[in-house]
């Protein structure tokens, strides 16, 4: 069984009026990346792959690692709600993590 990664997510990336630091949002995002590739070898192992499925996960995490590219730490608003909407991501897939 594989163990969840994503059960320290916070509920937002740091409290209001924090700022949240670039490596902060990066580690975030990288959490989702590591929860969707989770996802993916649960299904893969599973006695029905959904191949559908498992190219949507892929694409999520095409999808993520590039945000994570091309995040720019002076960017300061767009860091801190990348990380708060991937805080909110984390936490979704590590609950279908769970369910799975």
């Known amino acids: ?16 009026g924090l700022a949240v630091s670039h490596q902060t949002a990066l580690d975030i995002m990288g959490i989702a990346i590591v929860c ?12 029905a792959p959904d191949a559908d499925r498992v190219a ?9 690692a590039e945000l994570r590219r091309t995040l720019d730490p002076r960017d ?3 860091v801190q ?17 769970d369910d799975h």
Request: hydrophobic share 45%; glycine share 2%.
């Open 56 to 64: 949507k996960w892929e694409r999520e995490i095409e999808v993520v």
């Open 36 to 47: 969707y590739s989770v996802l993916i070898e649960q299904e893969e192992v599973g006695p």
């Open 1 to 16: 069984m594989t163990e969840s990664v994503a059960h320290n997510a916070p509920e937002s990336a740091l409290p209001a």
């Open 76 to 78: 300061t608003a767009r």
């Open 81 to 97: 709600r990348l990380a708060d909407e991937h805080a909110v991501l984390v936490r979704r897939l590590d609950r279908m993590i």
